[in-house]
Nanobody, 114 residues
Framework: VQLQASGGGLVQAGGSLRLSCKAT????????MDWYRQLPGKQRELVAQ???????TYSDAARDRFTISRDNVWRTVSLQMTSLKPEDTGVYYC?????????WGRGTQVSVSS
C-alpha cells in the first residue's frame, strides 16, 4: 500500500489550500480514508474521515471549514481547507487502515501566517 500526498504550502490566514492523496495497493473503494495532522508540540490527531461510500466526519476544529472528498475511480482522497487559521499550521498526513495495519502517506506541511 502506498499513499502519495500532495498539496500544502504557505498561505495567509483566511486563505485556502487543497491536499490530495493517491492510494495504490488496495481496493480503494472498500476503505475509509482519513486525514490526520500533527501540530507543533502536539500528538497526531484525526482531522476528517470519509467512508468508501462517501460519508464524512470531521473533528471539531475542521467542521464547517474543511471538506473531505474522494474519487473512487482515480483512487484519490482530498481535503479542501478554507478559512485557514495560524493554529492550523502543522504537518498533514493521509491515512488508511488496511489488512490490520496503519498506512501513512508522507506528511505535507501546511503553514498559515497571521
Amino acid at each position: 500500500v502506498q499513499l502519495q500526498a500532495s498539496g500544502g504550502g504557505l498561505v495567509q490566514a483566511g486563505g485556502s489550500l487543497r491536499l490530495s492523496c493517491k492510494a495504490t495497493g488496495i481496493n480503494f473503494k472498500l476503505f475509509a480514508m482519513d486525514w490526520y495532522r500533527q501540530l507543533p508540540g502536539k500528538q497526531r490527531e484525526l482531522v476528517a474521515q470519509i467512508t468508501g461510500g462517501g460519508s464524512a466526519t470531521y473533528s471539531d476544529a475542521a467542521r464547517d471549514r474543511f471538506t473531505i472528498s474522494r474519487d473512487n475511480v482515480w483512487r484519490t482522497v482530498s481535503l479542501q481547507m478554507t478559512s485557514l487559521k495560524p493554529e492550523d499550521t502543522g504537518v498533514y498526513y493521509c491515512h488508511v487502515a488496511a489488512r490490520g495495519t496503519d498506512f501513512w502517506g508522507r506528511g505535507t506541511q501546511v503553514s498559515v501566517s497571521s
